[in-house]
């Protein structure tokens, strides 16, 4: 789950992470008030959506003068909000962040993950902040500097100390490096206690005054641990996620929306990625990632179906079902009643393995739908991808 920047900033705070002074407001006429509340020599009203590169893409306004501030509210509040994080759709603002301005000496980019390779949390910082970090491991990878975790012992001053130094910051600001090695302890300690993914500051600021800043925040929570934080799922805002992913959360189902045009159903989440690799060799695309569960009943099925077909982009469905703990005539069956309740128009490939795999078949083609069965899953993904945007005779 991912949060708002004023969120973070909230929870960077609560962990001793500082801040400029700021607030949340979610109609433009508040500005007025919290602007004068604020009363700061530099007013800074941002977009606040589930994306970066808000700057270049108008989403971040600076004012001197606290007139400006609720026209700024006004002009960003409502408006579709276009950056190379959101897509070409963009996305609506819905709340605005009315901040105090920093004065900025020196920009660094700092976050903290977990790294796959190692299985540990990594810091990884720069000195180029601002910039997209994957930009700057492209063009000056030596800039990126890391620093592995070991989470038996958590965070020590040592390592505050190699990335301090490793990032030249003695040389920059000597005043900061304090404050810097104490933030990292506070990141990481929020990160452990919040079951965190991934938190990032970019920028991470020096300001004119040598102080520390965080003036933006990412912060995204492993879903599997959300159960634990109340707190954080509270700050969840499903304005900013996928309606299909949230109806899928609803019925246990483990959807991902994609660009193409394959709806695929699959009961496992090893067999559906090698689906969708095997779709992609047969010459299309997957329309999504959807793992019904090594359990999947006639319900979860059904569920399914309706979500795959309300991506308007589906030209085709391919099920692909192991029958390991479940049984394939219960998921022919499944798939028997939906169609016939949701009234499928497009082409369905549905392959069948494992347990009562040919009673499944047997069933699929004697229920008069018109459903192609397979047996082999290469057969089956040619098959579809012939098939997409065809429409069904009969
Ligand atoms: P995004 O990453 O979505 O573009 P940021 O929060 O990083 O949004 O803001 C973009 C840029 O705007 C920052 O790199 C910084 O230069 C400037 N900025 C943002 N917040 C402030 C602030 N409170 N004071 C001064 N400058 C700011
Ligand atoms: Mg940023």
């Not at 700024?72 to 605005?96: D, I």
């Not at 390592?159 to 030249?168: M, S, V």
């Not at 309300?310 to 219960?330: A, L, P, S, T, Y």
């Given at each position: 789950?991912?949060?708002?920047?004023?969120?973070?900033?909230?929870?960077?705070?609560?962990?001793?992470?500082?801040?400029?002074?700021?607030?949340?407001?979610?109609?433009?006429?508040?500005?007025?008030?919290?602007?004068?509340?604020?009363?700061?020599?530099?007013?800074?009203?941002?977009?606040?959506?589930?994306?970066?590169?808000?700057?270049?893409?108008?989403?971040?306004?600076?004012?001197?003068?606290?007139?400006?501030?609720?026209?700024?509210?006004?002009?960003?509040?409502?408006?579709?909000?276009?950056?190379?994080?959101?897509?070409?759709?963009?996305?609506?603002?819905?709340?605005?962040?009315?901040?105090?301005?920093?004065?900025?000496?020196?920009?660094?980019?700092?976050?903290?993950?977990?790294?796959?390779?190692?299985?540990?949390?990594?810091?990884?910082?720069?000195?180029?902040?601002?910039?997209?970090?994957?930009?700057?491991?492209?063009?000056?990878?030596?800039?990126?500097?890391?620093?592995?975790?070991?989470?038996?012992?958590?965070?020590?001053?040592?390592?505050?100390?190699?990335?301090?130094?490793?990032?030249?910051?003695?040389?920059?600001?000597?005043?900061?490096?304090?404050?810097?090695?104490?933030?990292?302890?506070?990141?990481?300690?929020?990160?452990?206690?919040?079951?965190?993914?991934?938190?990032?500051?970019?920028?991470?600021?020096?300001?004119?005054?040598?102080?520390?800043?965080?003036?933006?925040?990412?912060?995204?929570?492993?879903?599997?641990?959300?159960?634990?934080?109340t707190d954080i799922q509270a700050l969840r805002d499903l304005h900013e996620e996928e309606p299909m992913?949230?109806?899928?959360?609803?019925?246990?189902?483990?959807?991902?929306?994609?660009?193409?045009?394959?709806?695929?159903?699959?009961?496992?989440?090893?067999?559906?990625?090698?689906?969708?690799?095997?779709?992609?060799?047969?010459?299309?695309?997957?329309?999504?990632?959807?793992?019904?569960?090594?359990?999947?009943?006639?319900?979860?099925?059904?569920?399914?179906?309706?979500?795959?077909?309300?991506?308007?982009?589906?030209?085709?469905?391919?099920?692909?079902?192991?029958?390991?703990?479940?049984?394939?005539?219960?998921?022919?069956?499944?798939?028997?009643?939906?169609?016939?309740?949701?009234?499928?128009?497009?082409?369905?490939?549905?392959?069948?393995?494992?347990?009562?795999?040919?009673?499944?078949?047997?069933?699929?083609?004697?229920?008069?739908?018109?459903?192609?069965?397979?047996?082999?899953?290469?057969?089956?993904?040619?098959?579809?991808?012939?098939?997409?945007?065809?429409?069904?005779?009969?």
């Open positions: 789950m991912n949060i708002h920047e004023f969120q973070a900033k909230q929870l960077f705070a609560q962990f001793g992470v500082p801040v400029p002074k700021g607030k949340e407001i979610k109609s433009a006429r508040a500005a007025e008030k919290w602007a004068a509340a604020l009363d700061t020599p530099v007013y800074v009203v941002k977009a606040q959506i589930h994306a970066g590169g808000r700057g270049k893409a108008g989403g971040v306004k600076i004012t001197k003068n606290r007139d400006e501030v609720p026209g700024l509210a006004q002009e960003l509040m409502g408006k579709t909000l276009v950056t190379h994080q959101t897509g070409p759709k963009g996305r609506k603002v819905r709340r605005l962040l009315i901040e105090e301005g920093a004065g900025i000496d020196k920009e660094l980019y700092l976050s903290l993950l977990v790294d796959r390779d190692t299985g540990r949390p990594v810091f990884i910082a720069s000195t180029e902040g601002g910039m997209e970090i994957e930009e700057v491991a492209e063009k000056t990878p030596e800039k990126v500097i890391r620093e592995t975790i070991d989470p038996a012992v958590g965070f020590q001053a040592y390592n505050g100390r190699n990335l301090a130094f490793a990032l030249g910051l003695p040389a920059i600001e000597k005043a900061v490096v304090n404050p810097f090695i104490q933030m990292l302890g506070n990141l990481y300690r929020l990160f452990m206690e919040k079951n965190a993914s991934m938190v990032e500051i970019n920028p991470l600021v020096i300001t004119t005054e040598k102080t520390l800043i965080a003036l933006d925040g990412k912060v995204s929570f492993d879903d599997c641990a959300l159960f634990k934080h992913e949230i109806e899928a959360g609803k019925h246990n189902l483990n959807y991902v929306k994609l660009d193409g045009d394959i709806g695929c159903m699959v009961n496992g989440a090893g067999l559906a990625m090698a689906t969708m690799d095997v779709i992609k060799l047969a010459g299309a695309e997957p329309a999504n990632f959807l793992d019904v569960g090594g359990g999947a009943t006639k319900e979860t099925v059904a569920a399914g179906f309706r979500i795959l077909l309300k991506d308007k982009k589906v030209k085709g469905i391919f099920i692909n079902i192991f029958g390991g703990i479940v049984r394939c005539e219960r998921i022919a069956n499944g798939v028997i009643e939906a169609s016939k309740e949701v009234g499928i128009k497009l082409p369905v490939v549905v392959r069948l393995q494992g347990t009562n795999a040919e009673e499944g078949r047997k069933l699929l083609l004697e229920s008069g739908l018109k459903v192609d069965v397979a047996t082999d899953l290469w057969e089956a993904a040619q098959k579809i991808v012939a098939m997409k945007g065809k429409k069904k005779k009969g």
